[in-house]
């Protein structure tokens, strides 16, 4: 069965780091995208930021680029946020995210990990 598990997240204090991880097992098609999103109560679901396999091209949302940096391993099928600077407004539980590019094009869900910054 596919399985997204995410680790590393927790409470730190605002300008700390944390980095969080995602591994991949049981998918069988190609995997295209990799990426993280985040979600807080009151507000949709929202893409940090992603990476793709082929080229490592890589996207931010704007509130987080030049603190967040993505990274991966295809072999591995993981995907790491590295988190730095962190801000209370990053508060979130954060979800790992796999998009195949086979012909059915599917979607991933991990189960999320908290991150809980502080003032």
């Known amino acids: 069965q596919e399985q997204l598990v995410e680790s590393g997240g927790g409470l730190v204090q605002a300008g700390g780091s944390l980095r969080l991880s995602c591994v991949a097992s049981?998918?069988?098609?190609?995997?295209?995208?990799m990426g993280w999103y985040r979600q807080t109560p009151g507000k949709p679901r929202e893409l940090v930021a992603r990476i793709t396999t082929g080229g490592g091209i890589t996207s931010y949302d704007h509130s987080v680029e030049g603190r967040f940096t993505i990274s991966r391993d295809n072999a591995k099928k993981t995907v790491d946020l590295q988190m730095n600077s962190l801000k209370p407004e990053d508060t979130a539980v954060y979800y790992c995210h796999i998009e195949t590019g086979g012909v059915g094009r599917y979607n991933y869900w991990g189960q999320g990990t908290q991150v809980t910054v502080s003032s």
């Open positions: 049981g998918i069988a098609d190609s995997i295209r995208v």
